[in-house]
């Protein structure tokens, strides 16, 4: 099966982030898996927990990188 990938840089994003994660998960391309990658670093916001908040759980689906670093969430 093909792969569609969504990048989302978020630098304190908590306030938009729901919104727009909400958004691309509902687009639907058939016949191809969704994975997302969510570049984050540093947020002083929040926006490091709201991603681990979506994110766990979500094995293959959310990718996290941060400080050159990438992990599967």
């Known amino acids: ?5 969504v990048i989302m840089p978020v630098f304190n994003e908590a306030r938009t982030f729901e919104t727009t994660l909400y958004h691309v998960l509902r687009q639907e391309v ?5 994975e997302i990658i ?7 916001d929040g926006t490091r927990e709201l ?21 599967r969430l």
Request: hydrophobic share 35%.
């Open 51 to 71: 991603v681990m908040k979506y994110a766990v759980g979500k094995p293959g689906k959310f990718w996290l990188r941060d400080n050159g670093k990438v992990q």
């Open 30 to 34: 058939l016949g191809l898996k969704k």
């Open 1 to 5: 099966m093909r792969t569609l990938t």
């Open 38 to 44: 969510i570049v984050e670093s540093n947020s002083t």
